[in-house]
């Protein structure tokens, strides 16, 4: 944005007062100035658009709050301006990834789930959202592989055990498919908790 000043207008200037503490040689301007600081401060909080822009960790705040009262659009609308502002916040992106696949939406939930494993790759939550994210699109191969990297970074952690352990479940469950025939070999994505012996195409 060009600023342009106007060179012949004319600026009032506020008289120099002279200060209650006269044994100080710069009291008079010391004073002028913290008072047109708190005006300037009261007068911020009165008119609209004088509010500072939202931090980062604000917005964050905020979508986990709406999250927590199930308002995921609009808590996702919040995580993402915090994305803009801190694109490599991977705990933004597991949350997201979560509340992504809250709504349905696999795919976006594995976008989001993987970005959190690639900024925060020792972080064993981001691995089991990712692979609970690789489930829900179908992909329980690839889930088993998410699920091991957290075990191998967290190996007591009962909850990537348990959803390793429905990921295999499906694995074998598929395999009993392809080998009755049930499952044509070229259809190697099947839905979770829909009727397996369909195929998807």
Do not use: C
Not at 56 to 63: N, V
């Amino acid at each position: 944005m060009k600023i342009a000043w106007n060179k012949n207008a004319k600026t009032k200037r506020q008289p120099v007062v002279a200060s209650a503490k006269p044994g100080l040689p710069f009291a008079a301007e010391f004073d002028n100035d913290e008072d047109e600081k708190k005006g300037s401060e009261e007068a911020g909080t009165d008119y609209p658009g004088t509010k500072p822009p939202d931090t980062a960790q604000s917005l964050q705040h905020q979508g986990n709050r709406l999250a927590e009262e199930g308002k995921y659009h609009e808590a996702l609308s919040k995580w993402e301006a915090s994305l803009s502002l801190i694109p490599d916040n991977a705990i933004i992106h597991e949350q997201k990834a979560q509340v992504l696949l809250e709504l349905g939406d696999a795919w976006r939930a594995l976008t989001a789930a993987t970005r959190a494993t690639e900024v925060e790759p020792s972080w064993p939550e981001a691995w089991v959202t990712l692979g609970r994210a690789q489930l829900n699109f179908g992909e329980p191969d690839k889930a088993i592989e998410s699920f091991d990297r957290a075990l191998a970074i967290k190996p007591d952690y009962s909850e990537a055990k348990a959803d390793r352990e429905t990921a295999s479940r499906l694995v074998r469950k598929r395999g009993q498919l392809h080998s009755s025939g049930d499952l044509n070999a070229n259809k190697r994505r099947f839905t979770v908790g829909g009727n397996s012996e369909k195929e998807v195409k």
